[in-house]
């Protein structure tokens, strides 16, 4: 096909008409892999005639061809080689022949290309960025340039320092290069100009926010750096830009985003390499000149910033968030602590505290649209951007780290609150209690302020339970929150508290103010246990009332107010269960078709996290009623409604919360309800499920032991087992889930002893291949290797008939040999009580059936030694156990610190052990350290007959009747005990007084 006739069906597939349309689109199907397509389309989009409308479906087109075709995916068509030399060679000369629109396009399958062929495949893209960059060429065939680097580099943002010698050799050429636009650029106040500016930023962002590559930037180009970012924090924004635009318009402005770059920048810097008594080896020197050449500076410009804002000069509100995260991280180190502690309480008193006052933005949203505004000020995604919170945190470093702080602060806050009544502002009352609500850890801490507290809110706070202003009757509810904790020395006073917020929960007309009285009475239920007794008489107005307010607002933290009535009331909740749970399913089934309609992203998100919360919230009323044997079946029949919705419709983002509530229905009992959800479940699995099953394992450990009749009763239920096991080992990569696989079948095995001989040579092949493989891990080995002794505790005679016969690929070597000698060279790789139990009753077990085969002479010498590693390692185990039982109650009671924190003087910088640890920990790590990250304690959970302490045999009892065994049996003893030296006899003895002393 010419360009042309290409360009004509291109046009085709932007007309109105739809025919023409469609056609269109079939047509350009039809070709999109015929060999040559892809590089038409590139010259079609170079061609200077083209139309406009062809080119932007040009590159609509090539994108989406790149994004599907360019990687090699086995059964897949893929764009060939030869296609592939002809775009990478010319997509930069297309990006900077392209407008805006198409180079959005163009950028995307630089990316696409960028992740899979550079540097191996596209060695020269380098040479032609920096050839680009340094040629006097016109400042948008710069900025291409920028963009198609700025994808690259972002390639390895992520990656550590030795993979990433395939950029950081090129970059060596290309970041002078960028240095000298950055200058050059400085004083051009063009669009493209600053723009070019924001993108090289972004490109140094992301080679240093996680690791400095040293080459790349030795003192004097880091010097450089920093001087170029406090440059463009010193430089205003032109006063024509700013009146051009509305406020709103502003932070979008490009000016603006260059600031916030250059704040990134500047912030992850300091909270990298400024406080040198954190940081690694490595970067010390680095720090030690950010410290002592950068750090004050840098920090003197933005103080100047500050006070031109306070001056009335707009500043965009991630400038202003980061700035003040830049000033909370100054805090903590002596150098600028220095320079900061003289106008500290300026800059609070004028820049954080209006930030703390309710604003007529505020006003307007609360107004207009009152769950919006709860949306924003609940919303833990916006506190990251928020200059509010950055302001709260700066409040909050001050106080904690620095001494003498808190107590002028106080009084500040304190003439406020006492201004006449002719001076009362609501607004400025509501930032003072703000303020002093932001250091309630601290007051509550202090004994001289916590003394004080109940005075302090009989004063300021129970009389806003009925102002007239509803920001200050949610502030006074956000108060009683944050004091929840505090001691009352009258009781009338904590009910006036409690009084207030119920009431305002019930009553009050604004959905804002009854929001914040939910989260006060829940802090109060928490903290003051006399609000129990207080609350009981009316916890079935507050269930209704708040079960509403999440309908209403799908706000994700009332459902943790709602766990924290379920888990507080949970002899009372029976008789609200039914219709409790009936109006939580009727909530979440109208957030699944809201969500089925939604359009917007970030609302999606909001809505399909409080909807897990509604899952989560049902899930603590089930464990609080899992023993009524009336209303669980009346629950359950509900519920299956919602199962079946979740299950069938493929909704994988409930999948985690559901399976867990399959667990809670399954734990004590299995109806016909319930087993078929076990279809639902498999069907799930085999759609889309894959991944969730250690998610799902809970669930199916109940299936398989809650009711073994009934589970033995229907060949389906162990074939979904097995079915399931079988797809996880052979197709899942991650090791976790094949852990969960092998220990399901492991349950499966020694808790239907005697019942499954018919599928033992089924499982016992799923274990036994993958030791065939080359494990990854000793974890993962050593549970595929207790399937194995698990099956022989089964039935010794079929378990080592079934060993005997299994046949390993290319190799004559005896399996039975191979097994044990595996076995027993992992003796100490056995993780938990349960794994070491199990290891001694199989060997047992085989040793003293009157029929199994004896692999005594490929095993005799290393028999005794392995059992009693074995013991000696679950004695210790044991004991820890017992040790951990015991202390529990002095963990708890230690868990509430009331300890002040450290305060530091003004020459201090801040220690941080834990972050230390860390680095260290970091510098010490090698690959080959991977498997000791597994924690397999979890797979303990899902016990088996043998973990009955009751009812389950004793391995040290067993191992005393196999001794007595083998003395009758005198060839056999001889065989055994033939290797055992003195040592080994004592630890036999112990092991046979401790078997003696379990028994007593």
Request: charged share 25%; proline share 4%.
């Amino acid at each position: 096909m010419d360009l042309g006739e290409l360009e004509n069906v291109l046009s085709g597939t932007l007309s109105p008409d739809q025919n023409v349309r469609k056609a269109a689109e079939l047509h350009l199907k039809k070709i999109e892999q015929v060999p040559t397509f892809c590089v038409t389309l590139l010259k079609l989009m170079l061609s200077e005639g083209s139309q406009p409308q062809a080119v932007q479906a040009a590159a609509i087109n090539f994108k989406n061809i790149v994004s599907k075709h360019w990687k090699v995916r086995e059964d897949c068509f893929t764009i060939n080689n030869d296609d592939k030399n002809t775009i990478r060679q010319n997509l930069l000369e297309c990006v900077v022949k392209s407008n805006e629109m198409i180079r959005k396009q163009l950028c995307v399958c630089a990316s696409t290309i960028a992740r899979e062929d550079y540097p191996y495949n596209w060695p020269g893209i380098m040479d032609q960025i920096h050839q680009t960059l340094s040629a006097d060429s016109a400042a948008s065939a710069w900025l291409a340039s920028l963009l198609v680097l700025h994808q690259i580099v972002k390639k390895y943002e992520y990656k550590k320092l030795e993979d990433r010698d395939g950029l950081n050799k090129a970059m060596v050429i290309v970041l002078p290069v960028l240095f000298e636009r950055l200058a050059q650029l400085h004083n051009d106040d063009s669009e493209i100009s600053v723009t070019s500016q924001k993108m090289i930023l972004k490109i140094i962002f992301c080679l240093i926010q996680f690791r400095m590559p040293a080459e790349l930037f030795p003192e004097q180009v880091f010097g450089r750096l920093i001087q170029n970012l406090q440059a463009i924090m010193s430089r205003p924004v032109p006063q024509e830009v700013t009146d051009a635009h509305d406020k709103d318009e502003l932070p979008n402005v490009v000016w603006w985003k260059l600031k916030k770059w250059a704040m990134h920048l500047l912030t992850r810097i300091f909270e990298r390499y400024g406080n040198t008594t954190n940081i690694s080896k490595e970067y010390k020197k680095l720090g030690q000149f950010f410290s002592s050449q950068c750090a004050v500076p840098v920090l003197n410009t933005l103080l100047v910033g500050l006070v031109e804002t306070n001056q009335g000069k707009y500043m965009s509100p991630r400038v202003l968030q980061r700035i003040l995260d830049y000033l909370k991280l100054s805090v903590t180190v002596s150098v600028t602590w220095k320079v900061l502690k003289g106008s500290i309480l300026e800059v609070i008193q004028k820049v954080v505290f209006p930030l703390l006052c309710h604003t007529d933005e505020d006003e307007e949203l609360w107004k207009e649209d009152p769950y919006e505004y709860i949306r924003m000020k609940f919303d833990i995604f916006e506190d990251y951007v928020s200059p509010v919170t950055a302001a709260l945190n700066l409040l909050e470093e001050v106080v904690t780290k620095r001494k003498n702080m808190l107590n002028p602060l106080l009084i500040w806050a304190a003439q406020i609150l006492g201004m006449p009544a002719e001076q009362y502002n609501p607004r400025v009352k509501d930032g003072a209690m703000h303020l002093i609500g932001a250091v309630a850890e601290k007051l509550l801490k202090k004994a001289e302020y916590s003394s004080q507290l109940e005075q302090m809110l009989q004063a300021h706070v129970y009389n806003d339970f009925n102002s007239p202003h509803g920001f200050l009757r949610a502030r006074a509810c956000w108060t009683i929150q944050r004091f929840a904790a505090a001691k009352f020395s009258n009781r009338d006073n904590l009910k006036t508290a409690f009084e207030g917020i119920r009431v305002l929960l019930l009553n009050d007309k604004e959905l804002p103010v009854t929001i914040e009285a939910a989260f006060a009475l829940q802090s109060l239920l928490k903290k003051q246990a006399a609000t129990k007794d207080l609350l009981a008489p009316h916890v079935g107005n507050v269930i209704q009332k708040i079960l509403l307010s999440i309908k209403e607002t799908e706000n994700e933290d009332l459902t943790y107010v709602m766990q924290e009535l379920i888990e507080k009331y949970s002899e009372d909740i029976h008789t609200v269960a039914v219709p409790l749970v009936t109006e939580l399913v009727k909530t979440f089934q109208a957030m699944l078709e809201d969500l089925a309609e939604a359009e917007d992203e970030d609302n999606s998100s909001y809505k399909t996290m409080t909807a897990m919360g509604i899952l989560n919230t049902i899930q603590n009323l089930l464990s609080a009623v899992s023993q009524n044997k009336k209303i669980m079946p009346k629950i359950e029949n509900i519920l299956a409604e919602l199962i079946s919705t979740v299950l069938k419709g493929g909704i994988v983002d409930y999948y985690e919360e559901v399976f867990q509530m399959i667990q809670i229905l399954t734990a004590l009992r299995v109806t016909s309800v319930m087993w078929n959800v076990l279809f639902q479940m498999y069907e799930a699995f085999k759609n889309d499920g894959h991944d969730y099953f250690p998610d799902m394992m809970g669930a199916l450990h109940n299936y398989a032991t809650v009711d073994s009749s009934k589970f033995l009763s229907n060949p389906q239920y162990i074939e979904i087992m097995y079915n399931i096991a079988k797809t996880v080992l052979k197709k899942q990569e991650s090791e976790d889930p094949q852990y969960n696989a092998l220990k399901l079948v492991e349950v499966i095995i020694v808790n239907h002893r005697g019942n499954i001989d018919h599928m033992l040579h089924m499982f016992m092949s799923l274990a036994l291949d993958k030791l065939a493989q080359s494990v990854q891990t000793q974890e993962l080995r050593a549970m595929a290797l207790l399937v194995v002794v698990a099956a022989i505790w089964y039935n010794p005679v079929l378990a080592m008939h079934l060993l005997d016969k299994y046949k390993l690929p290319n190799s004559n070597e005896s399996v039975v040999e191979q097994f044990f000698n595996q076995l027993f060279s992992d003796a100490e790789v056995f993780i938990g009580i349960h794994d070491k139990k199990v290891a001694v009753l199989g060997l047992c077990e085989l040793i003293m059936h009157p029929t199994a085969p004896k692999p005594f002479e490929q095993i005799a010498d290393k028999l005794i030694p392995y059992f009693i590693t074995l013991l000696k390692n679950l004695r210790l185990a044991y004991q820890l156990r017992r040790e951990e039982e015991n202390e529990e109650s002095d963990e708890e009671e230690g868990e509430d610190d009331d300890g002040e924190d450290e305060e530091l003087e003004s020459e201090d910088d801040e220690w941080d052990d834990e972050g230390n640890d860390y680095l260290t920990k970091l510098e010490d790590f090698t690959p080959g350290d991977m498997h000791g990250m597994f924690d397999l304690e979890h797979l303990e959970c899902y016990d088996t007959i043998l973990d009955d302490e009751e009812t389950a045999p004793c391995e040290f009892t067993t191992f005393k009747r196999l001794l007595e065994f083998l003395m009758q049996n005198q060839g056999g003893h001889e065989v055994l005990m033939k290797c055992v030296d003195d040592d080994l006899k004592k630890d036999m003895e112990s092991l046979i007084q401790y078997a003696d002393r379990e028994t007593d």
